[in-house]
């Protein structure tokens, strides 16, 4: 456990002491703050546009910065070979891919944090009332963000980097689209384009699953079963996306 | 003088293998469209207690992929390794080992003394006494000024100063140099060997790979060659180098070199007196001349090959 922490503190460090990951959050903050202009330019209820843009850009931002980060503070390892350090001392390999992994979700976690703290003071401002169900969205997209990271994580032992955040970023798009893909997959002409579009759907975790905004937006009730299925989905593509990671890097030779 | 913890009262520590390769063999496939090349070809070496011991080689011999082998950086397709009676993998083996890469591999965001923390949260020192024990490390490496530095803004020497800070860092039975005096300046290469020394007469195995063979002459006990994936020969320097007498220097004064019969391997003619090389064969024979055109012989002492020459000689007979 100490070396998983040990690595994981030290991913977080090494991504606090990088200016790309303020550059993100400041690329974050401007979107949340810009809501009200949004909010000015669109017929409807202000308040519940703000809302809306306002966690669209959370969630945006936390993407962003999940497949940037990871890329770079894992790819990094490898390619700077600071790895061999790390491998030649009392740590196994999985060690090494949770506390990355764990550092990385440490991040986007203190990053959603700040956004979502952002996001409640300029709800505030704009509608004099607090809203604790902008913190439940957050926690939601902390969730989806996770298996994301996972992904990421993946792809950074596979992978070089550019094509990983490729990957990543498709996961991501695709993830959104899996109602659609369903749609597909009984639509479309072919009995083997459906059985491609079925393989990516059931490989590709729905990310619709965390999204919950919606709900926030316009006060509908929230359904606990889909949370908790929500919670057990993200758990079960976190650990299986993990151990095809440890895999994947327990019988690579680094060079 | 070298210090030496084992004596004759103690001989059979000796024989504790502290690291023991044999058979390794490892090829690697560059990937589509490329012959896969064959790096170690059943390399197999020991390396005893207390023991400093060089690994030889010119580039692409093995060396660096035999360490990483060891420290499970790559895995081997073939073969045992063991170090200190256990097998490579076990974290117990890597707890015993301290490891110090080819180019010194930092974290540029950490300072000296944060990357000492990190290391130590890896080998799972005791928290207690842990910032006396990084100033000693750094006080050894000579970096106890500069450990509150970022890494960032640290020459290459120092670089490879913390590199080595965090190999010693554990307090480790093996060290595991890779080329550690590359790249470094005179004092630097000192530092180096008198770091070696220390950590042997504290009772350490030292295994490490150089280029720098006046370096190895003189801290090793033991080397080994190795070209092309396999040891060529291991053994004590001296040991390697006895019995390669094979040619002979002269001094002499009353003749001229040019009107020698005798077939000369190298010749100078100083101020008075002239110095040429024979063959150990053609000794009597430039002895016999010499008299006979009523030379003075000032000297003539058979000449040893080095170890350089010893290296050149294996490396040449690969490239035949």
Known sequence: MRAIRAIAANTFREAIRDRILYLFIGFAVVMVLSTKLFGMLTVGDEAKIVKDIGLAAMQFSSM???????????????????????????VRRWQFI???????????????????????????????????????????TMLEMMVLAAFATFFAVLTKP???????????????????????????????????????????????????HTEVVHDLPIPMAAVSWAGLYAAAFVGVVLLLADLRFRSKDLK | MRVKLYGTSTEEKLTDIRLSVRDLRKTFDPGL???????????????????????????????????????????PDAGEIRVCGLPHTSLEAKRRVGFMTESPYVYRHL????????????????????????SRVLEEVGMAASGDRTMGTYSKG??????????????????????????????????????????????ATVFF?????????????????????????????RDLLSGTADRCEATFSGAEPDELTTPLLARHVGSGEAWVMVSSEHRDALIGELGEKGARLVSINPVGSTLEDLLMRHYEDVDR
């Open chain 1, 64 to 90: 962003l910065i999940a497949v940037m980060m990871s890329m770079l503070l894992i790819s990094r390892e490898v390619d700077s070979r600071t790895v061999f350090n790390i491998l030649a001392k009392p």
């Open chain 1, 98 to 140: 949770l506390g990355k992994y764990f550092g990385l979700v440490a991040i986007v976690a203190a990053n959603l944090l700040f956004i979502t703290l952002v996001l409640v003071v300029v709800v505030l401002v704009y509608t004099h009332q607090f809203d604790p169900m902008l913190i439940f969205a957050a926690l939601m």
């Open chain 1, 162 to 212: 550019i094509l990983g955040s490729l990957l990543t970023l498709a996961v991501f798009v695709i993830g959104h689209m899996s109602a659609d893909l369903w749609l597909l997959t009984r639509q479309v002409p072919g009995a083997m384009t459906r059985v491609l579009i079925a393989v990516v759907y059931y490989l590709v975790p729905n990310l619709d699953r965390f999204n919950f």
């Open chain 2, 33 to 75: 469209f490329e012959a896969k090349v064959e790096v170690l070809k059943g390399l197999s070496f020991e390396v005893e207690r207390g023991e400093i011991f060089g690994f030889l080689g010119p580039n692409g011999a093995g060396k660096t992929t035999t360490i990483k082998a060891i420290t499970e950086i790559i895995y």
């Open chain 2, 111 to 134: 300072t000296g003394r944060e990357s000492l923390r990190f290391c130590a949260e890896l080998l799972e020192l005791s928290r207690s006494g842990l910032e006396d024990r990084i």
């Open chain 2, 158 to 203: 120092m670089l490879q100063r913390v590199a080595l800070a965090q190999a010693l860092l554990g307090e480790p039975e093996l060290l595991i140099l890779d080329e550690p005096m590359s790249g470094l300046d005179p004092v630097g290469r000192r530092d180096v060997r008198d770091i070696i020394l220390r950590q042997a007469a504290a009772g």
């Open chain 2, 209 to 237: 790979s150089s280029h720098i063979i006046p370096d190895v002459e003189t801290l090793c006990d033991r080397v080994a060659i190795v070209v092309d994936g396999t040891v060529r020969a291991i053994g004590a320097v």
